[in-house]
Structure formats: structure tokens, C-alpha cells
């Protein structure tokens, strides 16, 4: 296939677009390279002939429709969004902007180009989004995909307004669809603004691990070469008009996650005193979600998808590509929000 992915020098995209050229399809990489962008990120693919990067902003309508024209895709893969919560709280605008005008003038651009070319059956415009649309669980229970909507953050709020254009663009327009949404990624390239990047920069510098609230929130944990390699797959064959969760299938609380993270690098480098010393606990941000977890029957019965990495193997391979790493973690350091506590204002 010949796949438009917007976002594709950011964290998820980026590994969308590395598996994608490794799988045999040809990507139109789409990303107008804000500051979580690193074009280090397709490194590995960017001399490839599959590989064409294109600089634009998904909010210029007129622009995707020229990419469009110009390129011709079999499928839109739309990933580009702001993503961190934090940085939502303290700039909502910006989400607003980006993850619902933005994906409206994505859909517009798909729509027309899709009708001029005579609405091809095997177009498909996949909207990828998160679990947090969903909003907060108790102690039980899993979100799926007929889970209703109850966002509690300026990021998932704008993430839950984009599921809705989505749909209703296929529901009015025809536009063939298909969307998912994921529980939290992580793996190698994220962004040291995310829990797990941050832990790591923090030890190994020996200073404080910082911990919101009691660290008793509950994530499940996706690693993010499963999720490209998930999310390729409903691009494929998934239903059109459907969406898919999918998740890690791994619960744990962000102080197990941290703690864990510290017995890794323990292991990988020692020093002086266990890295677990470090850990500090913070004053907890607004509106932070008790628990998600996802239930990823669906995709696994559907499409015979399940995640490959467990805990041990994931997190033991996150760590060691950024101790094996260090100079691309380094180049990030000067840009915004990097190391700074973000979000505490309410």
C-alpha cells in the first residue's frame, strides 16, 4: 500500500512509519516537526525510495488536499496530535487546534480527494486515538469499544471531539473508516516529557524521580512496536465503520512501573545507591485519572492481534535503547518542557 501518515516523526508515528517501510509499503511521511518531532526517529528509513517526508500542518486544509492530489494514497493514517496531558493543562488552545480543527481539515481534504477520485472502495482513512476519551475506571471493569465518552483533560476532551468528526464523517459523508484507541505506548524515541523517558533521564542524572500523588494511578502498558505492528493490521483488515481497542494487556501502578524501571537500570548501571532512592513524590496534577485498562478482545478475536512484549522484555528493551542512546535523548534536552514540571496549574 502507498500510506499518507500524519505525525510521522513523533513517538507513535515514527514507528508506524519504520514498520510500515520494513512490512514492503511505501509511506507519505506528513509532520510539520513541533517540538515532540524528531527526524532522527526515521533515520533508519529515511534514504529508503518507500520514504518521502513531507513538511506540513495538518490545519492547512488546502495543503493535505495538494498532498493528496499529489500522491495518491491507498490510505491516510492519521496520527498527528498533541498528546501530553500536562502540557494541555497549561495551554489548551493548542489541542483545540491541532487534534479537533486539525483532524476536521484532514477529513475535509480525504473527503474530496476520495470523491474526485470516484470514492475508491479499498481507500481507507484510519484515525488513531487513545483510551482516555474513555475517562476514569474504579478498582474493576475495562474500557471498550462501546464505552461512553467522558473525557477529563483538555488533551482527551480534543482527542474525544476528533473520534466524534471522525465518525460522523463516516456516517454522513461515507468516508471509509476505520479507528483505535490505545492504551498508554511506550518504547524507544518517546519524548522525554512522558513518565518512563522522564524516570530514566532523572536516574541517571541522580536527580529526584518525581511521582505524582501517591503514585497509585494504574496505566496498562503498550509497547509501541506492538501497537504500530496492531494498528497496520486494522489499517488492512479491520471493518470499516469500526473501531478497535488495543492494549498491552499490562496493569501496574505508576510506582510499580517506576520501581521497576529502577531494577533495570540497577542492573544496566549500577551505581552507588539503588536508583528507587530517588523516587519523590509530588503534589498530584488536575483532573488526573484514577485507572485505565483495556479490553482488547475485539481486535484480538477479529484480527488475531495480541502484544508480543511482556513487562520484563519491554521495559528491559526501553531502557537499554536509551542507555545505547544517549546522545539522541541528549539533542532533546534544550527543548521546551524537557525536565520541567508541566500541568501543576489548575
Known sequence: MKILVTGGMGFIGSAVVRQ???????????????????????ASVAENPNHIFEKADICDGAKMLELLEQHEPDAIMHL?????VDRSIDGPGAFVETNIVGTYRLLEAARHWWVSQGRPEGFRFHHISTDEVFGSLGTTGFFVEDSPYQPNSPYSASKAGSDHLVRAWHETYGLPIVMTNCSNNYGPYQFPEKLIPVVIL??????????????DNIRDWL???????????????????R??????????????LVEKLCGVLDRLRPAANPYSDLISFVKDRPGHDKRYAIDATRVGKE????????PETGLEQTVQWYLEN???????????GVGQRL????
Not at 80 to 84: G, I, Q, V, W, Y
Not at 225 to 237: G, N, Q, T
Not at 327 to 335: F, G, M, P, T, V
Not at 343 to 346: A, Q, R
Request: proline letters at 2%; a negative charge; hydrophobic letters at 35%.
Open 20 to 42: 510500515a517501510i520494513s512490512s514492503g509499503h511505501s509511506v507519505i511521511n506528513v509532520d510539520s516537526l513541533t517540538y515532540a518531532a524528531c527526524t532522527e526517529n526515521v
Open 80 to 84: 498527528a496530535a498533541e498528546s501530553h
Open 202 to 215: 532523572k536516574a541517571l542524572a541522580g536527580e529526584a524521580i518525581p511521582i505524582y500523588g501517591k503514585g
Open 223 to 241: 509497547h509501541v512496536e506492538d501497537h504500530a505492528e496492531a494498528l497496520l493490521l486494522v489499517l488492512e483488515k479491520g471493518e470499516l465503520g
Open 243 to 256: 473501531s478497535y481497542n488495543i492494549g498491552g494487556e499490562n496493569e501496574m501502578t505508576n510506582l510499580e
Open 303 to 310: 484480527l488475531n492481534w495480541h502484544p508480543s512484549h511482556t
Open 326 to 336: 544517549s546522545d539522541w535523548l541528549e539533542n532533546l534536552k534544550s527543548r521546551t
Open 343 to 346: 500541568g501543576s496549574s489548575s
